[in-house]
């Protein structure tokens, strides 16, 4: 009798694993996330498969790692990112996930990493767009035109600005040695 109610229990227990394991990864997920893409792959030890992210708004790169170990690398600075480039990183075994901000700058690289440890890893990478954050209406490298369409500044703006920035720095530093220079002398 204590065999069978022994049984029994590792049975319930198995079955609650099971269906604990076997439950969708969807069900985790915010509802105000929209899935956008499903990438899957194989990247061999040591080597880099490459993505580009062209989407604006918050963005969350979510993936798993179906065999092997995969790791994901993000930068909006460079196409190729990698261990030694990057801006966002992933390492763990097994999930992967990276929030790319709706700030970066468009296009975003996105690396995928094989780990030399596995001969080859297979991955699957979803990538949601966030709606819960709405678009910045104070972006300083855009601006609405009457007719509501939205309109780039002019890199001559852009660097108009940076300068005024650097010259403005430049004559903080200066008057503050004036000054120092000064209390010394009287």
């Known amino acids: 009798m204590m065999l069978s109610s022994s049984a029994l229990l590792v049975a319930f227990l198995l079955s609650q694993a ?8 969807d069900d985790d997920l915010p509802e105000n996330w929209v899935l956008l893409h499903v990438v899957q792959g194989h990247i061999g030890a040591g ?4 993505l580009r992210l062209n989407h604006d708004g ?28 990057y801006k966002l990183q992933s390492v763990t075994c ?8 709706g700030d970066f700058s468009r296009p975003v690289g996105i690396g ?7 001969k080859e890893s297979e991955f699957e990478m979803r990538v949601f767009y966030d709606q819960t ?13 009457e007719n509501g369409q939205k309109k780039q500044k ?8 940076d300068f005024q920035e650097e010259e403005s720095i430049f004559w903080t530093i200066l008057i503050g040695l004036l000054k120092i220079i000064l209390e010394i002398l009287f």
């Open 154 to 161: 002019s890199e001559e703006a852009e660097e108009e600005d």
């Open 47 to 50: 080597n880099y498969s490459y």
């Open 94 to 101: 097994g999930h992967d996930m990276v929030v790319v901000p």
């Open 58 to 85: 918050r963005i969350i790169l979510h993936m798993q790692s179906l065999k092997g170990d995969a790791d994901l690398y993000v930068s909006d600075k460079t196409l190729r990112p990698s261990f030694d480039t």
């Open 112 to 118: 995928i990493y094989g780990h030399p440890s596995h």
């Open 18 to 25: 099971q269906g604990f394991l076997s439950s969708s990864e």
């Open 133 to 145: 954050v709405p678009p910045d209406l104070f972006d300083k490298g855009s601006y609405t035109s």
